[in-house]
């Protein structure tokens, strides 16, 4: 190997970072790798991965952070992959007095993108660029190809552009799944939003598969064939498609691994923040609340047992397999998706406004095409309907996907009102319905809720025969003043 300086450098080989590395490597890049040392292990992480993967390969490996930043090429750039939160700000603090003007940090972890925007003014103040790229694929997606939403210093994108096109995985027309987000936290902030979509959309495919086991008693291998026809459709997603490799999967004494899965599933965060940034700006993202949710209620597993106990479920027998009722959950899974997706982008539409990052939801959603978790066939759907209208308010009001929600709404709501009846919770997909329901009445009841915030605490209200804007209250009582509340809601 030759003794020149690396082109890139990547902080911790964990397994994200390490598949980084590989994927960087093998396009091309001289890679220089560090990882702090941990006495406590035999053998040093990189001294490892040095030895094993990165053997024979353009990799320089160290464990000496000064070292390491030494030996990469000017303007330094420095690709993090470590834990989000405190881990991220104390690498920070070790890299500053080492670093020259104009060298670029890169945080891929999960970070909020709060902590983004306050690091990309940090790392400014002192003359560096710091980027906050989400990153997401997954260990496979890390190795072959990653979507990544880069956003924060926009001086340094020239500079990091060739190495993450280069190493992002490409849609069906060639082009990177990879593209410039915005300032502040925007790529973090993307990378959370399509987060908290992929919570909804394994939440739908388990109620899906959760019906076809409980309704029609399906087998394994025959619900691995539906997710596997599904997979040729308007359903073709990655999810979909290893749902179906899971259903596949047996284990050495020739048992189904599924089956023996306990029914508690874990959560790192990041659809929790995308359901806290919607109430922060007031926006409803009811489905993949609910996704969140019900991973909760799904970890409290003792108290479902105590209930399940104690209360009778009135569901009837098994129904036997249609190929009307597989079409039913087909557009019901379908259906609830779009609701999903329209929550999200309208999210991010909001957001963006307020912050003023001039987000461009055709590029996020192409940059979702390929490498990503949520990658599906009907982005570019969704990429169209926002080049032919950058102003539209909420996907559900284009004309492509208007068209696709009536097509599915009646078996859409055929499916839900049938799991009421038998007791089969589809949360998810019912939330789904719920907020399309809501979405398309132009009158709804929320006048009541306007006037009894107005009789007990005077949050006035506008009137219908007035122009918006004005607010008035009223002395319902008779008793109080006519003092009006406009300091805090209720």
């Known amino acids: 190997m030759e003794n020149k300086k690396s082109d890139i450098g990547l902080v911790g080989l964990a397994v ?9 490597e093998s396009k091309g890049f001289q890679v220089s790798v560090y990882n702090r040392f941990i006495p406590a292990k035999e053998e040093g992480i990189v001294n490892r991965f ?4 990165g053997k024979d390969k353009n990799f320089l490996g160290f464990e000496n952070l000064k070292e390491f930043v030494d030996s990469l090429n000017s303007p330094r750039k420095i690709f993090m992959m470590i834990r989000a939160g405190s881990p991220v700000d104390e690498m920070i603090e070790q890299l500053v007095p080492l670093l020259d003007k104009g060298d670029i940090v890169i945080d891929g972890g999960n970070s909020n993108y709060l902590d983004t925007k306050r690091r990309v003014s940090y790392m400014e103040s002192l003359g560096f660029y710091f980027i906050g790229a989400g990153v997401s694929g997954g260990e496979e997606g890390a190795l072959h190809g990653p979507a990544i939403m880069p956003g924060g210093s926009e001086k340094a ?20 799944c990879c593209a410039w987000i915005g300032p502040g936290g925007s790529g973090h902030f993307v990378k959370m939003v399509h987060n908290g979509i992929e919570y909804g959309d394994m939440e739908l495919i388990a109620e899906a598969y959760f019906y076809m086991r409980e309704h029609y008693n399906m087998t394994n291998p025959e619900m691995a064939e539906v997710f596997e026809s599904w997979n040729q459709g308007k359903l073709q997603s990655y999810l979909v498609e290893i749902t179906s490799e899971i259903l596949k999967h047996k284990e050495a004494n020739g048992d189904y ?18 359901v806290i940034n919607a109430m922060e700006y007031g926006m409803p993202l009811g489905l993949i609340a609910t996704a969140v949710f019900e991973r909760n209620l799904s970890a409290r597993k003792f108290i479902r047992e105590e209930a399940a106990s104690k209360y009778h479920v009135c569901r009837s027998s098994k129904s036997k397999i249609t190929e009307e009722g597989i079409q039913e959950l087909e557009s019901s899974l379908y259906a609830s998706k ?30 979702w095409r390929g490498g990503c978790i949520i990658r599906s066939a009907f982005l570019n759907k969704i990429a169209e309907a926002y080049e032919k209208n950058i102003s539209l308010e909420n996907l559900l009001l284009a004309p492509y996907f208007m068209k696709e929600v009536e097509r599915n709404k009646h078996l859409w709501k055929t499916l839900i009102s049938r799991s009421i009846m038998e007791e089969l919770p589809l949360p998810a997909m019912a939330s789904g319905l719920e907020y399309f329901v809501a979405l398309t009445t132009a009158r709804s009841g929320a006048n009541m809720i306007q006037a009894q915030r107005d009789y007990f605490g005077a949050h006035t209200f506008e009137r219908t025969d007035q122009p918006r804007g004005i607010f008035f209250h009223i002395n319902w009582t008779g008793k109080g003043g006519d003092t009006q509340s406009g300091s805090y809601n209720a």
């Open 157 to 176: 994108w020239p500079e990091v552009k060739p190495v993450f096109e280069s190493i992002a995985a490409k849609a069906e027309d060639g082009t990177p």
């Open 50 to 53: 040095m030895h094993t993967r």
């Open 338 to 367: 779009l609701v999903s997706y329209a929550q999200g982008f309208e999210l991010m539409s909001v957001a963006s406004e307020n912050n003023r990052w001039s987000l461009n939801m055709a590029s996020i959603a192409r940059i």
């Open 16 to 24: 994200m970072g390490e598949n980084l590395a590989l994927n960087m």
């Open 257 to 274: 691994t599924i089956d023996h899965i306990l029914d508690s599933a874990g959560q790192k965060g990041t659809g929790k923040w995308s």
